[in-house]
């Protein structure tokens, strides 16, 4: 109902009733209005009430839910037929499901109701990272499979584009093999089996990292510290110089890895990951990094805060490089270029290099992070949702 219905009950009620009613109606619109213009998680929540009005409405809004519902049956493949009242009361009478054709942004043209809900959790959970620590998180898609499968999605489709990359690059090289392929994911070892199987579903081969003794770290435990061992005697953590070694030694060739995935949170006595020291050696030699953040929205000191500064420097190196290209395609279109006038834009390009950082999407968990069952993942990335390449296979 709303205030153009409510007029028609004139009489029915004392008027004075009507519009204090109509004024607890007016809230909830007011609260929706305020929820799709913003696209943020409001400052005051909506109660349980509000929420269960708002997703019914929205139901109501998919074609097997209309107030024909009853009497026009539709004959096609995809009609949102439920057989169990249960199941439709526990399901809010949703029934269509999220995305087309294997696309999750694209609306589905029977269910508007679905479709503009999931763009609400969309908006929504992006707003939670943001507010968890890393408001320079720019992307965020809810997928509907838990954390090991939206891994292997991930490593998936990123390995789909390195492969395409690599051949595009090589496709003129008269000493190209062509058995070669992007298939190896540098994985530095937590003794938890999901991060294995997740790469091994994907169709990748694991390159493991071995953990070693960590190093003392300025507020954890000095007093285990001597001078002869500058080694924690029983925390562990995979050095970066290890990382490097495998890139340069083990596959000797940058191109062929899909990724580096790192973890942020770990069973002890393992430490998490130094994802900073990893984003500069992705950056440095061209390697995609994925972070498995099952756990991380929790914690803002310890992993989110490092999160938002790799994602600001990032940023930073990836304007730098295109500032220092375009300098560079800029005097070449005035003419020939001297040798001397192409030091320093290449130097800046040098520069932002060495200095820069990579982190191209991070993992985590519903159920850990926003205490909900099993069976639900967010993608996230700093990177704009267009070069987000995740929300379709």
């Known amino acids: 109902m709303n205030h153009d219905t409510i007029q028609y009950a004139a009489g029915l009620v004392e008027a004075n009733y009507l519009s204090q009613g109509a004024e607890h109606l007016s809230q909830f619109s007011t609260a929706i209005k305020t929820l799709f213009a913003q696209r943020k998680i409001p400052q005051d929540g909506l109660s349980p009430l509000c929420i269960e009005l708002f997703l019914q409405q929205l139901s109501l809004m998919d074609t097997n839910n209309g107030a024909n519902a009853t009497t026009n049956v539709g004959a096609g493949e995809r009609e949102g037929r439920v057989l169990s009242q249960l199941v439709k009361k526990r399901h809010y009478h949703f029934s269509h499901g999220i995305g087309r054709s294997g696309d999750l942004n694209v609306s589905q043209p029977k269910a508007a109701g679905s479709s503009l809900l999931y763009q609400v959790c969309n908006f929504l959970v992006l707003h939670f990272i943001q507010l968890a620590g890393a408001p320079s998180t720019q992307s965020s898609i809810l997928f509907p499979m838990a954390t090991g499968m939206t891994l292997a999605l991930v490593l998936r489709t990123l390995a789909k584009k390195r492969n395409q990359e690599y051949l595009q690059h090589h496709k003129n090289n008269e000493n190209n093999n062509p058995s070669s392929v992007v298939k190896y994911v540098i ?8 991060a294995l199987k997740c790469i091994d579903v994907a169709g990748l081969t694991p390159v493991v990292v071995e953990p070693r003794p960590a190093p003392f770290l300025p507020d954890i435990l000095r007093q285990h510290e001597n001078e002869n061992n500058k080694q924690h005697p029983f925390l562990l953590q995979c050095a970066v110089e290890d990382i490097e070694s495998i890139i340069l030694n083990t596959i000797k060739d940058p191109n062929l890895i899909v990724c580096v995935l790192s973890t942020t949170s770990c069973f002890a ?23 498995n953040n099952a756990y991380g929205l929790q914690c803002r000191p310890s992993i989110m805060q490092k999160m938002e500064y790799i994602h600001h420097q990032y940023r930073n190196s990836l304007k730098k490089m295109h500032e220092a290209w375009q300098k560079m395609i800029n005097k070449n279109e005035k003419g020939e270029m001297e040798e001397a006038e192409l030091l320093k834009p290449i130097k800046e390009i040098k520069e932002s290099i060495t200095n820069g950082m990579r982190l191209d999407v991070f993992v985590q968990s519903t159920d850990k992070n926003l205490l909900v069952p099993v069976g639900g993942a967010l993608i996230a990335s700093c990177l704009p949702p267009e070069i987000l390449p995740t929300s379709k296979p």
Not at 187 to 194: M, S, V
Not at 270 to 279: F, K, N, T, V
Request: glycine share 4%; proline share 13%; with cysteine.
């Open 187 to 194: 994985w530095p070892r937590i003794d938890q089996k999901t």
């Open 269 to 291: 006595p393992r430490l998490p990951d130094d994802i900073i020291g990893i984003s500069k050696l992705c950056w440095q030699y061209n390697i995609p990094h994925v972070v």
